[in-house]
């Protein structure tokens, strides 16, 4: 089974802070993503990676930053966390981008105080 | 631009009943089409695609989909509701070359017994 954990289910940070989620895929995936999702707005790219260091800005990348170093894992930013980054931040990943299945992480539920 | 519509945010079937969740899409190109499940404190699933081929899409769960070129439509549907089946649905596009996929905004299933 493709396995793609996610480094916390639960955080809690304060406003400036820097903050680093992480997304680990054990299937050798050359397609990785971080989402964020709200009530009411659904699932939101922030970014996604298509190769190592290779990456491309989502619908909402103010704020974020991501890195990927290793081709399993995909590391999202906030480089100063504010109280409108409260959300549920969700990693995926996936064969071909768009053609296949994306797999899902269990999510962080992040809360900026 | 591809989109996805989602018909009610919120739905609510009885034990037993049929399940119809609606979503509806618009896309210049041939699209890829899919249906994911979000269960409490989940990441997501996916439920069943729809690439090409047969219209008529069997999932998991006892779900199915069929993708309606001329309504643009690929509604799910399950005949009989279990209250395993109270989640959050999504309904997602991708089209053509893009390496995206467009969500909907989801519809929260409720079963009450």
């Known amino acids: 089974d493709v396995k793609v954990t996610q480094s916390s289910r639960y955080l809690v940070k304060r406003t400036g802070e820097k903050v680093f989620l992480e997304c680990v895929q054990d299937?050798?995936?050359?397609?990785m993503f971080w989402y964020r999702q709200d009530p009411g707005l659904g699932l939101r790219l922030i970014y996604f990676?298509?190769?190592?260091?290779?990456?491309e800005k989502g619908d909402i990348p103010e704020g974020y930053s991501v890195s990927r170093e290793k081709k399993e894992r995909f590391s999202l930013i906030l480089e100063s966390a504010s109280t409108n980054q409260t959300s549920m931040y969700l990693c995926?990943?996936?064969?071909?981008?768009?053609?296949?299945?994306?797999?899902f992480g269990p999510g962080t539920r992040l809360l900026v105080l | 631009a591809q989109s996805v519509t989602q018909l009610g945010s919120h739905v609510s079937v009885s034990e037993g009943a049929l399940v119809l969740l609606r979503c509806n899409y618009s896309?210049?190109?041939?699209?890829?089409l899919f249906w994911y499940v979000q269960y409490p404190n989940q990441g997501l699933q996916l439920l069943l695609k729809?690439?090409?081929?047969a219209t008529l899409v069997k999932g998991i769960n006892g779900f199915e989909a069929e993708f309606k070129k001329s309504e643009t439509s690929f509604h799910l549907t399950k005949p009989s509701a279990h209250m395993s089946d109270a989640a959050e649905y999504f309904c997602?596009?991708?089209?053509?070359?893009?390496?995206?996929?467009?969500w909907g905004l989801g519809t929260s299933l409720a079963v009450n017994p």
């Open positions: 995926a990943s996936s064969f071909l981008a768009g053609q296949e299945t994306q797999y």
């Open positions: 299937m050798d995936h050359e397609n």
């Open positions: 990676s298509y190769d190592v260091k290779m990456k």
């Open positions: 896309s210049s190109v041939p699209p890829y």
């Open positions: 729809y690439t090409t081929g």
């Open positions: 997602a596009v991708r089209a053509g070359n893009n390496r995206k996929l467009i």
